[in-house]
């Protein structure tokens, strides 16, 4: 049996570009649809997108070309931002960047993880992290550790060190000397906070750390901010891009962090946003629900479904949608209709006026099925039709 792949390039208003679903969905019996995700699973990143076919062999497609990876089906696979890390049917952790694949380790993992920029992977006790091909072992040891997107923050029981992996290089932030260098660590994309054990407040930022105070209450973590209360005084503060900001001599009744963004309810139900160093105030009362991911912001009023983004609010929608997704740049929600309406940088479009039967939003894609036969993937201001 011959078969044929195309992908053919739409015109449509700016969206993003998208990874398809999973190939945990259900499973359709006919091999004639084995590109649809609801049959096999295709997932699309910056340029690259994974599918197995109804002869269960792996394929990989990169910037207009298809190439066989594997003859025999994988056990699980990740994407990141333009790269892709799998275990094959042998259980070895193959790496894909750029029309190359290479094993990694034959070995089995415990675990594997893979950020737009950072690979990182458990091999026993060990925590590996993979740097533009360059391999290295971060500890030998159990312990607590967060992977972000340019920044894996972790402690080393063998040391007694709380450390950091940052830019190539690892960073011993805090020592274990006089016990367990820290009580409490959160750490985002480039960002890392924490408590030590004499409860003072500090942050590791772009190399450096910064004593910030003593005896926080509660602190989130984004990428590029830290918002948190301090316990004594119950201030509201910020740090943003290593700059402090005194946000409110009251704590709020809730905060959200995300990039470069907190949103908050202050202590008098007024609902705020600080983007950027400055504060916006949304409304004079709390909204129905909020909820922040990547750089988006969405929130309801009286049902009303707004979003915050690039410091403008933008009126989304005249009922509060059951079902939403936040990308980068983007907001996808399931209309009334049961269509596809999309907001990404600013513009919004209907995006598909059929009825969905599946869709997933990802940091950089949307991915819609129609139909079984009718399988769409939005990038970058184009439609991807895999026919």
């Known amino acids: 049996m011959c078969l044929i792949f195309t992908i053919r390039p739409i015109p449509v208003l700016g969206l993003p570009y998208g990874l398809p679903l999973r190939h945990n969905l259900n499973v359709m019996k006919s091999y004639l649809i084995f590109l649809v995700t609801l049959y096999c699973g295709v997932v699309f990143s910056q340029g690259v997108a994974v599918y197995t076919g109804p002869d269960e062999q792996f394929y990989v497609f990169d910037s207009g070309s298809f190439t066989r990876l594997e003859y025999q089906p994988v056990q699980s696979y990740k994407i990141g931002y333009?790269?892709?890390?799998y275990l094959d049917n042998m259980g070895r952790l193959k790496w894909y960047k750029e029309g190359k694949s290479v094993i990694v380790e034959d070995y089995a993992l415990t675990n594997f993880f893979v950020t737009d920029y950072l690979i990182a992977y458990l091999l026993g006790d060990q925590l590996i992290v993979l740097d533009e091909?360059?391999?290295?072992?971060?500890?030998?040891?159990?312990?607590?550790?967060?992977?972000?997107?340019?920044?894996?923050?972790?402690?080393?029981?063998?040391?007694?060190?709380?450390?950091?992996?940052?830019?190539?290089?690892?960073?011993?932030?805090?020592?274990?000397?006089?016990?367990?260098?820290?009580?409490s660590m959160l750490s985002g994309d480039n960002t890392m906070a924490y408590i030590d054990r004499n409860d003072y407040f500090?942050?590791?930022?772009?190399?450096?750390?910064?004593?910030?105070?003593?005896?926080?209450?509660?602190?989130?973590?984004?990428?590029?901010?830290?918002?948190?209360?301090?316990?004594?005084?119950?201030?509201?503060?910020?740090?943003?891009?290593?700059?402090?900001?005194?946000?409110?001599?009251?704590?709020?009744?809730?905060?959200?962090v995300a990039d470069n963004l907190v949103a908050f309810v202050d202590n008098s139900d007024n609902f705020?946003?600080?983007?950027?160093?400055?504060?916006?105030?949304?409304?004079?009362?709390?909204?129905?629900?909020?909820?922040c991911s990547e750089n988006?912001?969405?929130?309801?009023?009286?049902e009303q479904f707004k979003a915050f983004y690039n410091g403008q609010v933008f009126d989304l929608d005249n009922y509060t949608p059951q079902k939403y997704y936040l990308g980068q740049n983007t907001i996808a929600y399931i209309g009334q209709q049961n269509q596809l309406e999309v907001f990404f940088k600013g513009k919004e479009i209907t995006a598909s006026s059929e009825p969905l039967s599946k869709l997933e939003v990802f940091s950089h894609a949307i991915a819609i099925t129609k139909h079984p036969h009718a399988v769409s993937v939005f990038y970058n201001g184009r439609e991807y039709i895999v026919e």
Do not use: W
């Open 82 to 85: 333009d790269q892709l890390v």
């Open 272 to 291: 705020k946003v600080f983007y950027d160093g400055e504060i916006f105030e949304l409304s004079s009362f709390a909204p129905d629900f909020y909820k």
């Open 133 to 183: 091909g360059k391999r290295k072992t971060l500890k030998y040891n159990k312990g607590l550790f967060m992977v972000g997107d340019s920044l894996i923050s972790f402690y080393d029981a063998q040391s007694n060190y709380l450390k950091a992996y940052y830019n190539k290089a690892i960073y011993e932030i805090e020592d274990g000397m006089g016990g367990m260098p820290f009580k």
């Open 202 to 256: 500090k942050m590791f930022y772009r190399g450096e750390i910064y004593d910030l105070t003593y005896n926080v209450s509660s602190y989130r973590v984004g990428k590029n901010i830290i918002a948190y209360i301090e316990g004594s005084s119950s201030e509201f503060k910020i740090e943003y891009k290593a700059e402090h900001f005194e946000i409110d001599l009251l704590p709020p009744k809730s905060y959200k």
């Open 296 to 302: 988006m912001l969405v929130y309801a009023e009286d």
